[in-house]
């Protein structure tokens, strides 16, 4: 079993909409959960990150940790075009150690 | 906001030649990292530094490698002699971590190697 599993997609929707993204995980140590976005050729650009279970809005961004079930969800409200680009989900089991990255799931945000 | 930045952008070198990667990271960050991802791959850790002292590496950060900060804000990755498999972009990342503050990694740019 993979440590961390991302479906890449890729994920097309309609400007406005509800986007979900998720991640499972099988590493129960991992503390840390984040969310980067990363457009092509470019370097990760963190959006998210929360420690432990539970959920963190910023803006038209949710992300949601359910360590019971290992599963991750980064929501985005009212999606733009601008909002295209690939999303990793990432973890960690301490701030400081190594992240292991999923795959990431190209969006496509169609105007 | 303060950010990681790396040069160069791109590098192009000959198989068996040295390269040096340069890193700046953020000022007040503690914790530094190589990262490293294959065209169409994952992100893929390859070395942590702190305290002047590597503090974890991955089976990829083999003899060929090493890090180093040769003053108070470069770190850089240096390949000793470049194989074809080391053409990827190379992430440096930087971390403000201590015990009373939960923070993660910032990343750069990047640096895109390719290896003839």
């Known amino acids: 079993q993979k440590e961390v599993e991302q479906d890449p997609g890729p994920l097309s929707v309609p400007e406005g909409a509800i986007v979900s993204l998720n991640c499972t995980y099988s590493n129960s140590a991992f503390q840390y959960f984040m969310w980067y976005r990363q457009h092509s050729r470019k370097g990760p650009e963190l959006l998210m990150y929360t420690y432990s279970s539970g959920n963190k809005e910023d803006g038209r961004f949710t992300a949601q940790v359910d360590k019971s079930s290992k599963y991750i969800s980064l929501f985005i409200r009212d999606s733009q075009p601008s909002d295209s680009a690939t999303y990793l989900c990432a973890m960690s089991g301490s701030s400081a150690s190594k992240i292991i990255f999923g795959s990431g799931t190209r969006l496509s945000i169609r105007p | ?116």
């Not at chain 2, 065209?39 to 850790?45: A, M, S």
């Not at chain 2, 890090?67 to 240096?78: A, Q, W, Y």
């Not at chain 2, 201590?98 to 990343?107: A, G, I, L, V």
């Open chain 2, 1 to 116: 906001e303060p950010e990681v930045t790396q040069t160069p952008s791109h590098q192009v070198t000959q198989m068996g030649q040295e390269v040096i990667l340069r890193c700046v990271p953020i000022s007040n960050h503690l914790y530094f990292y190589w990262y490293r991802q294959i065209l169409g791959q994952k992100v893929e850790f390859l070395v942590s530094f702190y305290n002047n002292e590597i503090s974890e590496k991955s089976e990829i950060f083999d003899d060929q490698f090493s890090v180093e900060r040769p003053d108070g804000s470069n770190f850089t990755l240096k390949i000793r002699s470049t194989k074809l498999e080391d053409s990827a972009m190379y992430f440096c990342a930087s971390s403000p971590w201590t015990s009373r503050t939960k923070e993660t990694q910032y990343f750069g740019p990047g640096t895109r190697l390719l290896v003839l």
